[in-house]
């Protein structure tokens, strides 16, 4: 769980920022205490091309400004911008590579963001390597005069690899090259990238950082203030903006954000140590788990784990769909990070784009569930899956 002996201490003051952050009423003529959601997409100028400070919803709006800055502020970071999505915002971050440039990416990435490099980055003529960054000498290996960006996540999806961000930090250093680290499962709370190294993190806030399941949302943060301005013109230019409403949202659930990811990291422990005592699961894999092969590393460069947990049941296709429709608490749909339990089967769901080579490669077979849990009470959670797991 979050802040355990052994791990990174949780961030001082995370809470209080999470409340306060930027939304002093003293900022409002209406002393409002609750951050204001401004819908309006225009703002009167004194004279043409004099304006107070904002000119036009896309290019900035008073509620997404707030959330930005709280975002950089969690993330002990200078600067923070929000997009319409999470690959939205990984799409702003491509703007930043050109014709004939080179991204080396880990190869157990999200599907969406293998389908943007794969299918889309390639049109512009930007072409991704991928590789596995467990072994280092893979990414010295892979790295080209043209390579201008290094991608990677961890814990990884769905097989909760975790790598080294500031090994990886240190050789993007070495060579000039921008590192992002999509921080999405671990959130500022837990893991906190720029300050291990990395250029930018990004997040699809859709997942815990929201933990609502009601907005689709992405951003970013960096310490880098010239890249950052070349990622607000991107935002702005490109257009990949969210709703005023969609970060009123956000900023109220950030709010619990510490609450909410200490509860996941106590609920997925207790989930994984049961099933890995169960006689029908080959394997769990978990960060927190001493069985983990990364547990260590984990500890040192995190503040705790959130409620991811993939198993391997024993059997097949049919044991593991037959076990997924028998759950009652956990909701058979893709997705994670909310409040609910979420169970899914990789291999024809989130992962189905993945070609079944590289499938096989990164072990994501018939039977490996994963498991969003959430924060129902842990005994209702546990007793689901025992009951489901009689039916298989
Ligand atoms: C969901 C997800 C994304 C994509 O975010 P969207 O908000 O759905 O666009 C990117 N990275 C990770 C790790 C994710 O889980």
Partial sequence: MAGEEGYLPLPKGFSTHAIHHDQEPEKWDSMAVVTPLVTSTTFKQYGPADFKKYEYGRSANPTREVLENLLAKLDNGKHGLCFASGLGAQSAILG??????????????????????????????????????????????????NTKMIWIETP???????????????????????????????????????????????????KYMN??????????????????????????????????????????SLKTLSLRMQQHGKNSLAVAKYLEAHPKIEK??????????????????????????????????????????????????????????????????????????????????????RLSVGLEDIEDTIGDLEQALKQI
């Fill in 284 to 369: 769990v894999l978990h960060p927190g788990l001493p069985t983990h092969p990364q547990h260590e590393l984990s500890k040192k460069q995190t503040s705790g784990y959130c409620g991811m947990v993939t198993l391997y049941l024993k059997g097949n296709l049919d044991h593991s769909k037959k076990f997924l429709q028998s759950l009652k608490v956990f909701t058979l749909a893709e997705s994670l990070g909310g409040y609910e339990s979420l169970a899914e089967l990789p291999c024809v769901m989130t992962h189905a784009s993945v070609p079944e080579e590289q499938r096989k490669i990164l072990n994501i077979s018939d039977t490996l569930v």
């Fill in 96 to 145: 930043l590579l050109k014709s004939g440039e080179n991204v080396i990416s880990g190869d157990d990435i999200y599907g969406g963001t293998n389908r943007l490099f794969s299918k889309v980055a390639t049109r512009f003529g930007i072409e991704t390597t991928f590789v596995d960054f467990l072994d280092l000498s893979n990414l010295e290996k892979a790295i080209k005069s």
């Fill in 211 to 252: 933990g609502h399941s009601d907005v689709i949302m992405g951003a970013l943060t960096t310490n880098n203030t010239k890249l950052w301005e070349e990622l607000k013109f991107l935002q702005n230019s490109m257009g990949i903006i969210p709703s005023p409403f969609d970060c009123y949202q956000v900023i109220r």
């Fill in 156 to 206: 990884t999806n769905p097989t909760l690899k975790v790598f080294d961000i500031k090994a990886v930090s240190e050789i993007a250093k070495k060579h000039n090259i921008i590192l992002a680290v999509d921080n999405t499962f671990l959130t500022s709370y837990l893991q906190r990238p720029l300050d291990l190294g990395a250029d930018i993190t990004v997040y699809s806030l859709t």
